[in-house]
């Protein structure tokens, strides 16, 4: 894409991002772990997204880790792995139902380890969990005007806690979406593919990607609702591609999937408020979030300073070169 692309980067759709990404974790997080037969018979899915049981919506590690991560960016205009690390330990609150690895990272990260310390306790060949991935939507907004960077980006946001390559390409490509649709007037699928394709490095993802570019909408195909990041990425990712105009469509679908919700529904849920904006989502969601510390008001304002910040470097970067005055 050219830079007339980037008229479309707007305030709302840095907010929508990090906002559908919160609102789409804390509305699938009282399903968390449910398979998708009994979501069926508790809901439909529809019924779970558009009227959710609880007044009051709590989001869940999801949130509380890209917190980390837009602050991070925020402080230091770059992913500081040391920084995130000590920011993930600051934000921690055990009881948004973080998993077993990364609590346990965590909890080491308390005591002193340094993070390179913490990647193999659980996973020896490093998780491949879709933990970076769920996370990294601060990095694919901050580096939207620069592929090279946000791949190097989102590398290191992984890094603290994922070593596997699975774990670290999912968060790529969760970047990699969002810059894509922020950067769309009009939803274009062959160009969303294509800023993707090409960055797929492992067989899973290539393999992944590649045939939900094939296939035809609502194909009766699933890539997976689980943890781990080369079984639940491209759903996410697939979820949004069935429904790019209707981020409550994106909600219906990731409930519907059953198992890791919170986090299908948070991952789909980046990407449609980054192509849509914050005024697809319905404002009775967004005023039931959370708003006490780290809640609705302070990830309003990661999200502004995030944009403003972006703002900045893509000005420098489009600023026209001054001739040498002839000696």
Aim: hydrophobic share 40%.
């Amino acid at each position: 894409m050219n830079d007339i692309s980037f008229q479309f980067v707007t305030r709302e759709r840095f907010i929508g991002c990090l906002l559908g990404l919160a609102v789409g974790d804390a509305l699938g997080a009282p399903y968390e772990g449910l398979p998708a037969d009994l979501i069926h018979s508790i809901g439909p899915a529809q019924r779970l997204a558009t009227n959710p049981e609880h007044k009051k919506l709590f989001y869940t590690d999801d949130t509380e880790m890209m917190i980390s991560v837009a602050e991070t960016l925020i402080a230091h205009q770059r992913i500081d792995p040391e920084y995130l690390a000590s920011r993930f330990v600051a934000n921690f609150h055990p009881e948004r139902g973080y998993g077993a690895g990364v609590h346990q990272q965590i909890i080491m990260l308390q005591n002193g380890h340094h993070y390179s310390e913490c990647l193999f306790t659980m996973f020896p060949n490093g998780s491949y969990g879709n933990g970076a991935a769920m996370r990294v939507a601060p990095v694919g907004l901050m580096f939207c005007h620069d592929t090279d960077r946000l791949l190097k980006e989102s590398e290191l946001s992984a890094s603290v806690t994922h070593a596997h390559e699975l774990g670290i390409e999912g968060a790529k490509l969760i970047a990699l979406a969002i810059a894509s649709v922020l950067k769309m007037e009009c939803f274009n699928r062959a160009d969303f593919f294509e800023s993707l394709l090409p960055h797929c490095t492992t067989e899973e993802f290539t393999w992944q990607i590649q045939t939900l570019c094939d296939l035809e909408r609502y194909a009766l195909m699933t890539f997976g609702n689980s943890l781990e990041a080369h079984r639940s990425v491209t759903t996410a990712i697939q979820v949004f591609v069935d429904n790019p105009n209707d981020y409550m469509g994106v909600m219906r679908s990731a409930i519907g999937m059953g198992n890791d919700i919170d986090t299908l529904c948070a991952m789909s849920g980046a990407i449609s408020g980054a192509y849509l904006g914050v005024d697809a989502i319905p404002e009775s969601l967004i005023e039931s979030l959370e708003n006490k510390i780290n809640g609705r008001d302070r990830i309003i304002e990661l999200a502004n300073q995030l944009y403003d910040q972006t703002m900045t470097q893509l000005a420098r970067k489009n600023r026209p070169k001054t001739a040498c005055p002839p000696s």
